[in-house]
C-alpha cells in the first residue's frame, strides 16, 4: 500500500496568560508517497505548530492527522513515539542534535532507534552530504551548514516514508541553502518519501511539487 | 534501541567525565561514611554479642547483695536449698606482660546454653579440670601466649577477646583464692527450692549479669556514631542531588531530541533510572571499600575508647562482612534514587517542545522553593514538638536533626529575596543581569551552600561540644583525682595494714570503700568519702543542701551522681533504697563525666558499718607535692608493690586525658570528612555552574559587555 498522510479539518489553540490564541482554525491537507509539498505563511502563522502536531509532538484540541493509516490524534504517548520512530524523519530549525555524540553517532542515531540501522545508506550518505571527513566531531566543532547536513542526515537514515522540515535553510546563506536543499531534494527523491516543508522564501517553495500557503489560521491553495 | 539510547545518553559522561568523577565520588564518600560507621558499630555489637554468649550472660545468676565474692559454702547451701546453679569466677588475671580477663567455669554443674563453647573434649574428658588444665582463648590471644607458660591452649572464635576460660578450680588456684564471683542459674529450676532469703539473706537473683549490660552502656556512643555517619550521608546526598540535576538540564536539550526522534517518555524513564543505578552499584563499590578503609583506621581508636570509657572489650580487627557489602549498595542506590527522583519526575513531565530553557527551569525552582520552604517550616515546627514532648537520646538526635536540616531548607529564601530586591534597586542594565543572572543560579548554588552550612554547623557544633567536654572533663579531674597517689594494696587486709602504718607519714590517708550495688535496677556502685578537706574543697557537686558533708559524714544522707539523679528524677531530702536495708538522704548531687551508670557517695563510716565486706583494697595518699615521687619509691620498696600499683596524680590524668582524646579522634576524624565534603559540594557546584553560564556570557558578551566583566 503507497504512503499517504492526511490532515483533515485541525484544530489549535494556546492558552496564554491574556487570552487564547487560536492558531490553526480547521487545516486540513494531504501528501502523497514521494510527493513534496511547501508551507509558507507569516511569522506567527501557526506553521511549525502544524508540523509539530502532525509529528505528535502536541496534541490538536481537534481534527485528525492519518499517517500511513494510523491516526496520531487517537494514539498514546508511547504509540506516537513509536509511529514518529518508524514513519517520521524531522529536520529542525535549529537542528537538535546530541551534543555528546559524534557526527556519526548523530547521523545513525534514529535508524538506530527503528532499528532500521543499513552501514552501506550511512556511508552513502554522509558521502552525498560531504560528511565523510567529519564523521568523528562533535556537534559545537561544525558549522552551521554543517550541522544542518547532518539533521538532514539523521532524518534520512532510516528511510522514513514522510519527511518534515521545518525552515530546513533558514540559517544558511543563500549558496550554501540551495545546496543543501538540491542535496535533499535528491535523496528525498530516491528514498521516495513525502516532503513537506516550511520555507518563508518564495524561490525555494517554487521548486517543490506544490506549495499551500497557511494564514489567520486557515490553509489557502 | 535500548542500547541505542542509552549509548547517547551515557556518551554525556565522556564529554563530562568531571561531572561524572564528582558523582561518583559525592555518593562513594556518601556511602563510604556511612557504611564505615555501621561496620564499626556492627563489629562492636558483635562483640558484645560474643561475650555476652560466650560467658552466659542471658541467664540468671546468684550474686552477693553487697557486691562481695562469694565463698564454697553458699554455693553448697544454694545446692541444697534446691537451686540448680554452676559457680563462677571472673578476675583480671596477667600473665607475664598480658592482660586478660580469667573466667573460670565448673564444667559438670554448667547450665546448658550458658556457654557456646563445645568444652566437653570426648577423647579426653578430664583434660579441662585435672591439672594443668586447659585455657580456651581465640586465635588472636592464642598468639599472643605463645611465649608464655600455660596450661594446654585451646582455640575457638567463640571466645570473647583478651578472655580466657578455664575450670574454676584452676582459675581459682591461679587466682590464689576461693572466691566464687556468681553462680549460674540454669533456665528452668525446681519449683520446690527454698527462697534465697530463707537461708541466706545476704544472696540475691539476679535476671543477667553485668556484662549484658555493656551493650546498653555503650548505647550513646554508637548512637552518637551512627548520627554522625547519617549526617555525612546527608551532607553527601546534596552533592549527589546537584550534580544529577545538573547532569539532567544540561541533556534536557537531548532528552527533548531522544524523543521528538521517536523514544516514548516512559522508555527514556526506564533508561535515565538504569543510568542511576549503573551509577550507584560503581559508587556504591567504591563506597564500600572506601567505607572498609575507614572503618578500618578508626577501629582501634574506638576499641580502645569503649575498653577505656565503659570496660567493654571490642576486637581491634574488622571480619569482612557480606552484609555490609549489600548495605553499602543499598544504601548507595537509595541515596541515588532519593538525590534522583526529583530530576526524573521532572524529565518525565518535560513537554517534547521546549519552551526558554532556564526560564521552566527557574519557575519550577519557586515552587520548589515554596514546597521547601513548606517543608522548612514542618521540620522547624517538630523540632519544637520534640523539644517539647521528647524525652532520650534519640529524640535529642531527632530534635538537632529536624533544627539542622529545617534551617538548610529554609536557606534559599532570604538568598532569593535578597537577590529579587537587587534585582527590583538595580539602576543600570549591566547590574540588572547581574542579579537576575544570579537569581536564576541560585537553585544550583543553594544546594552547594545547604550543604555547606549543614556540615559547617555540624562542625563548630561538635567542636563546641568537644572543647566544653574537655574543658569539664579537666576540671573534674582536677576535682576528682584531688589526692596526689593512689595505692591499690590488692587486698583489705593488706590496705588496712598499710594504712595505719603510713597514718603520720603523710598528710592524710583517705580509704576507698567501694561496693558493687543495683541502684533502682540497675548496675552501679557506691563509693567511699573520707570526712576531709579533700572532698568538702574539691568534690563537684552540682546541687547540694547546706552543710551537706556534715550529712554524709554522719552516714544519715549520702550523694549521688548526675546521672542517677537525672535518670530518676532523684530530688534532694529524697531518700534512696541501698543494699542491705539502707535508706539514707539525699543531701546533693555531683558531676561524674563518663561514667554512665549511676553512683552512691557514702560516708566512709556509714559505708565500714553498713557494708563491712566491701572492697578497700585501695586508698589514696594527700601528701606534699614536691614529696610525690620519693614517697612513691618509698612505698614501692617497703611494700614490694608493683609500680602498677601505686599510681601518682599526674600519671592518672594524663591517662585519662589520653583515653578522653582517644574519644575524640572519631569525632574529629569524621568532623573532617564531613566539611570536605561539604567543601565538595561547593567546588562541584561552581565548577558546573561556570559550564553553565559560559554560554549566558557570551550572550551577553554580544550584546556589547566586555566578558571580563
Ligand atoms: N507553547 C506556546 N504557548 C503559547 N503560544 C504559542 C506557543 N507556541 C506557539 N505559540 C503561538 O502560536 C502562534 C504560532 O506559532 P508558530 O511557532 O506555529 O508560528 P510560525 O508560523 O512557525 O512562525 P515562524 O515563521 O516565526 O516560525 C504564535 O502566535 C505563537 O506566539
Ligand atoms: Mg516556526
Known sequence: ?221 | MILASLGAILSHWRRHPVQLVLLVLGLSIATALWTGVQAINAEARRSYDEAASALGADLGVIVRSDGGPLTTEDFVNVRRAGWLASPMVEADFSIGPIDVRLVGVELLTLPRGATTLDLDDAEDPGAFFQPPGQFWVNERLAAQLERQETPPLRISDEVPANTVITDIGIAQSLLGASDISRLVLSGTQPANRTPLRDFAPHLEERAATDSADVSRLTDSFHLNLTAFGLLSFVVGLFIVYASINLAFEQRRATFRTIRAVGLSARMLSLILLAELALIAVLSGMVGVILGYVIASALLPGVAATLRGLYGAAVTGELGLDPSWWAAGFGISIFGALAAGSQALYRMLRLPVLSGAHTAAWFRSFTRDLRLQTVAAVALLASAVALYWTGTGLLAGFALLGALLLGCALLLPLPLSLATLAGQKLARSPLAEWFWADTRMQLPQLSIALMALMLALATNIGVGTMVSSFRETFTGFLDQRLAAELYVDAGSNERAEAMQSDLEGRVDAVLPLWRVQARLFGEPGDIVSAADHATFRDHWPIIEGAPRVWDLVASGSAVLVNEQLARRHDLELGQTIDLPGGWRPEIAGVYSDYGNTAGQVLAGLEAMRERYPSADHSSFGLRVAEDRVGALRDEIMAQYDLPGSAIVDQASLKQLAQQAFERTFIVTGALNVLTLAVAGFALFASLASQSSMRAPQRLRSGRLGFAARR
Not at chain 1, 509558507?40 to 501557526?46: D, F, V, Y
Not at chain 1, 530549525?93 to 534514529?110: D, M
Not at chain 1, 549558496?175 to 535533499?184: G, K, N, P, S
Open chain 1, 1 to 221: 500500500m503507497p504512503f499517504r498522510m492526511i490532515v483533515s479539518n485541525l484544530w489549535k489553540t494556546y492558552s496564554s496568560e491574556e487570552k487564547p490564541i487560536e492558531v490553526l482554525k480547521g487545516v486540513s491537507l494531504s501528501l502523497d508517497q514521494g510527493q513534496s509539498l511547501a508551507l509558507t505563511g507569516e511569522s506567527g502563522s501557526g506553521k511549525s505548530t502544524l508540523l509539530h502536531l502532525i509529528a505528535g509532538l502536541d496534541h490538536p484540541d481537534r481534527g485528525d492527522i492519518l499517517i500511513a493509516g494510523q491516526n496520531m490524534v487517537g494514539l498514546g504517548q508511547g504509540e506516537r513515539a513509536a509511529l514518529r520512530r518508524k514513519s517520521i524523519g524531522l529536520i529542525f530549525q535549529s537542528f537538535n542534535l546530541i551534543p555528546s555524540l559524534t557526527v556519526a553517532g548523530n547521523l545513525s542515531f534514529q535508524a538506530r532507534l527503528a532499528g532500521r540501522a543499513d552501514p552501506d545508506w550511512m556511508r552513502d550518505l554522509a558521502r552525498r552530504l560531504g560528511l565523510e571527513d567529519l564523521m568523528g566531531r562533535y556537534p559545537e566543532e561544525l558549522s552551521g551548514g554543517q550541522q544542518q547536513r547532518v539533521a538532514i542526515g539523521r532524518a534520512l537514515a532510516s528511510r522514513p516514508p514522510l519527511v518534515l522540515a521545518d525552515e530546513p535553510t533558514g540559517n544558511l546563506d543563500e549558496a550554501t541553502a540551495d545546496a543543501v536543499l538540491t542535496l535533499l531534494f535528491d535523496l528525498i527523491h530516491e528514498s521516495r518519501s513525502a516532503l513537506l516543508m516550511v520555507t518563508h522564501s518564495d524561490r525555494l517553495a517554487d521548486r517543490l511539487d506544490a506549495r499551500v500557503h497557511l494564514s489567520a489560521g486557515h490553509i489557502d491553495q
